[in-house]
């Protein structure tokens, strides 16, 4: 009986290196780029990043909202 | 529910040994494929990008109401509410800009380690010691008791770590101490996949950001981060995993944090990491060049939960000092 667990674990394992190994990989050089390229592309919508005006940004505003 | 059952009998030519032969030499293969793809740091290609300029970023909110420690929090889509829940066993639902409670429930256990705000805006999910995900629609009657329409979704046989609906109301995904996660139709309760392979509990997921949302990350205590198809223990490093580069490509720490980061987040653009740790702090790393870039104090104790808003014009951060905190 244990055997057979083994037997379906071992599998089981062998099957998801396969899918692993099979994977399509990219340099760590090409994907810092690409991660460099996205977050200079986003950059200027990043309230965080860059800061947003008061006037613009509904936390930095004292006055109460009103729901129109 | 999903398990598919397969004949356990050997196959022709197959032993365990083969088996294991096979998996040992698969292992070596792709160790040596992902060392191949190492030609460079990401930091060292950051090198040339623009100095992140000083952050302007303090607490604009401070929102106070539960009795204990505050475990997790999720914004709604349309940008200002949250709810959040606490080990005093209630679920709270605030307005992130007036800080009204718009809803409050109190559930059957205490240690309410998770919660979430379906797409809609109209429902919440919640649980955590009860070892179930319940589904809360958010009433416009506040006279209306939320929890006689709670539904019971998902079932688990250890404590509900985290849960996140997918692109709908529909369906639930949930993480638990019991090693696993699933997805659950929300309107029927049924399993609709389960996810095994972390080897101990669970203790938080994260949906990949896209419109057919069929990719999910979950972190457990085995230290795995596992990526699945479908679809944090507090470590003192906080890291980043490339999937296409299939390899870690940077490392947030710095010996002077000795402390565990429970929970992270990305600022819009990717650029900034918010880490929220056991210290109190909130930690903001630059992604790319891999430094710190400020410490946000504030709270008083630890920072269980932090999540960017939907526009990122903001961040949230919930603490076992009882209170969430709004940052921008």
């Given at each position: 009986?244990?055997?057979?667990?083994?037997?379906?674990?071992?599998?089981?394992?062998?099957?998801?290196?396969?899918?692993?190994?099979?994977?399509?990989?990219?340099?760590?050089?090409?994907?810092?780029?690409?991660?460099m390229?996205?977050?200079?592309?986003?950059?200027?919508?990043d309230?965080?990043?860059?800061?947003?005006?008061?006037?613009e940004?509904?936390?930095?505003?004292?006055?109460?909202?009103?729901?129109? | 529910?999903?398990?598919?059952?397969?004949?356990?009998?050997?196959?022709?030519?197959?032993?365990?040994?083969?088996?294991?032969?096979?998996?040992?030499?698969?292992?070596?293969?792709?160790?040596?494929?992902?060392?191949?793809?190492h030609?460079?740091e990401?930091?060292?290609?950051?090198?040339?990008?623009?100095?992140?300029?000083?952050?302007?970023?303090?607490?604009?909110?401070v929102?106070?109401?539960?009795?204990?420690?505050v475990?997790?929090?999720?914004?709604?889509?349309?940008?200002?509410r949250?709810?959040?829940s606490?080990?005093?066993?209630?679920?709270?639902?605030?307005?992130?800009?007036?800080?009204?409670?718009e809803?409050?429930?109190?559930?059957?256990?205490?240690?309410?380690?998770?919660c979430?705000?379906?797409?809609?805006?109209?429902?919440?999910?919640?649980?955590?010691?009860?070892?179930?995900?319940?589904?809360?629609?958010?009433?416009?009657?506040?006279?209306?008791?939320?929890?006689?329409?709670?539904?019971?979704?998902?079932?688990?046989?250890?404590?509900?770590?985290?849960?996140?609906?997918?692109?709908?109301?529909?369906?639930?995904?949930?993480?638990?101490?019991?090693?696993?996660?699933?997805?659950?139709?929300?309107?029927?309760?049924?399993?609709?996949?389960?996810?095994?392979?972390?080897?101990?509990?669970?203790?938080?997921?994260?949906?990949?950001?896209?419109?057919?949302?069929n990719?999910?990350?979950?972190?457990?205590?085995?230290?795995?981060?596992?990526v699945?198809?479908?679809?944090?223990?507090?470590s003192?490093?906080?890291?980043?995993?490339?999937?296409?580069?299939?390899?870690?490509?940077?490392?947030?720490?710095?010996?002077?944090?000795?402390?565990?980061?429970?929970?992270?987040?990305?600022?819009?653009?990717?650029?900034?990491?918010?880490?929220?740790?056991?210290?109190?702090?909130?930690?903001?790393?630059?992604?790319?060049?891999?430094?710190?870039?400020?410490?946000?104090?504030?709270?008083?104790?630890?920072?269980?939960?932090?999540?960017?808003?939907?526009?990122?014009?903001?961040?949230?951060?919930?603490?076992?000092?009882?209170?969430?905190?709004?940052?921008?």
């Amino acid at each position: 009986m244990s055997t057979n667990n083994s037997i379906a674990q071992a599998r089981k394992l062998v099957e998801q290196l396969r899918i692993e190994a099979g994977m399509e990989r990219i340099k760590v050089s090409k994907a810092a780029s690409d991660l460099m390229s996205y977050c200079e592309q986003h950059a200027r919508s990043d309230a965080l990043l860059v800061g947003l005006p008061a006037s613009e940004n509904p936390f930095k505003d004292k006055k109460p909202c009103i729901i129109l | 529910a999903a398990a598919q059952s397969r004949p356990s009998a050997l196959q022709s030519g197959e032993s365990l040994a083969t088996l294991k032969n096979e998996s040992d030499s698969l292992k070596k293969k792709l160790e040596e494929e992902r060392a191949k793809l190492h030609d460079v740091e990401l930091n060292q290609v950051a090198e040339k990008v623009e100095l992140v300029s000083a952050l302007s970023i303090r607490t604009r909110r401070v929102l106070k109401g539960h009795g204990n420690k505050v475990l997790c929090m999720d914004w709604c889509k349309d940008k200002r509410r949250l709810v959040s829940s606490s080990q005093d066993g209630k679920v709270i639902v605030w307005d992130g800009y007036t800080l009204n409670k718009e809803h409050a429930v109190t559930m059957p256990c205490t240690w309410v380690m998770a919660c979430a705000y379906a797409p809609s805006g109209c429902a919440v999910a919640c649980g955590g010691l009860d070892n179930k995900c319940s589904v809360y629609p958010l009433s416009l009657d506040k006279n209306e008791n939320l929890a006689a329409k709670k539904k019971s979704v998902a079932m688990h046989t250890n404590y509900l770590s985290g849960c996140s609906f997918t692109n709908s109301d529909m369906q639930l995904l949930t993480s638990s101490g019991d090693g696993t996660c699933a997805l659950w139709d929300v309107e029927s309760g049924q399993l609709l996949q389960s996810f095994h392979g972390h080897t101990a509990d669970v203790l938080s997921l994260n949906l990949a950001p896209s419109e057919t949302g069929n990719t999910f990350v979950s972190g457990g205590c085995d230290k795995k981060a596992n990526v699945w198809d479908m679809l944090p223990c507090a470590s003192v490093s906080c890291r980043l995993y490339d999937l296409r580069a299939d390899r870690e490509v940077a490392v947030y720490q710095k010996d002077s944090i000795i402390f565990g980061a429970s929970s992270v987040d990305f600022s819009l653009s990717g650029r900034l990491l918010f880490a929220g740790y056991n210290d109190y702090t909130i930690n903001v790393w630059d992604v790319l060049k891999g430094n710190r870039i400020s410490v946000l104090f504030g709270h008083e104790n630890r920072v269980s939960c932090v999540k960017v808003s939907p526009d990122g014009t903001s961040f949230a951060s919930a603490s076992w000092d009882t209170s969430l905190r709004i940052w921008a």
